[in-house]
Each structure stands twice: as structure tokens, then as C-alpha cells.
């Protein structure tokens, strides 16, 4: 390599994190945090890291997209029979990562899963691109397939099926809402000494509390 990977550094520096002027609950900050994030990186800002483990207790970690917040949790869709959608089903606690470097902003959420209404899966096809309602039917999500041709004859195949009409959404694919247990709010600060604030449910209520860099 031509570059010391140990010698990779950046400084970071942003706004102070004050638990005592954080608000009550984490959403709030969430959504200011979460704007904020849109007006810098509008393409990805809405990137996140989704951790799960399988079975035997192994963790799998891949990007998805944040594609709503409701009923205070956190929103995604994806094929109920892909990887991710099995692991879901053993275990149905996850975490989630969020990372925007332009702010020097991370946020870290841990909890559990539930499906979102087949009505709120349908509502949210329906808003996708045709390209993409296709890819729902064309992908088997995570099996092995031989090799792109193989992709490119279902994906022929089903543009004939739908052709001049709307394309449903397929039962194995919808919706999941992350339900958070624990929320921290990273600000990145110089000398290392960020700010951490951790929201964590306790009941109905959340405490917050300040985390040692």
C-alpha cells in the first residue's frame, strides 16, 4: 500500500452536545440532527447501518435506507426472504448506525422489530419508481444466481408480465420499524473528547444521561 493506514487521521470538530439543553426525549434531536443532515448530504443522508445476527449468534451488518419515522421507530422495506428478512424473524433486535462526516455526526440505535401494516407496505411501493417495483419481483434476494444474464432474462420476463399495467407488491417484501431501546448522539470534537448523549427507555420515560468519549 502506499499509505500507512495507522497514519490516517482527521481532526473533527462541531457544535457542543449539551445533555443539560438536549431535549426530554431523543426524537426531537433526532429529527434536528436529521435535517440538518438532508440540507448537507441530500443524496445519503439517509444511509444507515443495519446490524443483525443470524441463528448461531453471528452478526451481519449492511446499508439500508431510512424511509420513514413513525409511531416513534424507524422505518425500512426490504424482502421478508433475504438474508437480513431470516434474521429478522430468529432474532428481531437490530442496531443501527448513522454516519455523516460533513457534521462530524454519528447516531446509534439499538432495539427491536416489528413488521409495518401490509397498507403501510403498499402505500410505500406505490411510491417507488417502476424500475424499482420490477426489481422487488426480479431479485431473490441473497440466493446464488449464475450470473448477470440470468438477472437480466427475469428482468425481461416480468416487464413483459406487468407491461401496460401497475405492478403489485410482491407478499415476500415490505416494511420493518425499528421500535429504539437505547438512542446516542455522537458530536465529534477535537483531541478525541467528543460529546456522547445516550437516551435509553426505561418504561414509558427516557434517561439521559452523558457517555465519556
Known amino acids: 500500500m502506499t499509505r500507512d493506514i495507522a497514519d490516517i487521521r482527521r481532526d473533527y470538530e462541531g457544535g457542543i452536545l449539551d445533555e443539560s ?3 426530554a ?5 433526532f429529527e434536528e440532527w436529521f435535517a440538518l443532515a438532508v440540507d448537507t448530504d441530500p443524496d445519503d443522508a439517509n444511509a444507515m447501518t443495519l446490524s443483525t445476527v443470524d441463528s448461531q449468534g453471528l452478526p ?3 446499508i439500508v435506507l431510512l424511509k420513514g419515522i413513525a409511531e416513534q421507530g424507524f422505518e425500512f422495506y426490504t424482502n421478508y426472504h433475504s438474508g437480513k428478512g431470516g434474521e429478522l424473524a430468529n432474532a428481531p433486535h437490530v442496531a443501527l448506525v448513522f454516519w455523516w462526516p460533513k457534521l462530524s455526526r454519528q447516531i446509534r440505535i439499538e432495539g427491536h422489530v416489528e413488521m409495518v401494516s401490509e397498507e403501510a407496505s403498499d402505500a410505500y411501493f406505490a411510491s417507488r419508481p417502476r424500475g424499482s417495483q420490477l426489481g422487488a419481483w426480479i431479485s431473490n434476494q441473497s440466493v446464488i444466481i449464475p450470473d448477470r444474464t440470468w438477472l437480466e432474462e427475469r428482468k425481461h420476463r416480468f416487464e413483459q ?16 420499524r425499528v421500535l429504539p431501546e437505547m438512542i446516542e448522539f455522537w458530536q465529534g470534537q477535537p483531541s478525541r473528547l467528543h460529546d456522547r ?3 435509553q427507555k426505561r418504561d414509558e420515560s427516557w434517561e439521559k444521561s452523558r457517555l465519556a468519549p
Open 197 to 199: 448523549i445516550r437516551y
Open 21 to 23: 439543553r438536549a431535549p
Open 161 to 176: 408480465v406487468y407491461e401496460g399495467q401497475e405492478v403489485p407488491r410482491p407478499v415476500h417484501w415490505g416494511g420493518y
Open 60 to 62: 451481519h451488518a449492511r
Open 25 to 29: 426525549t431523543p426524537f426531537e434531536l
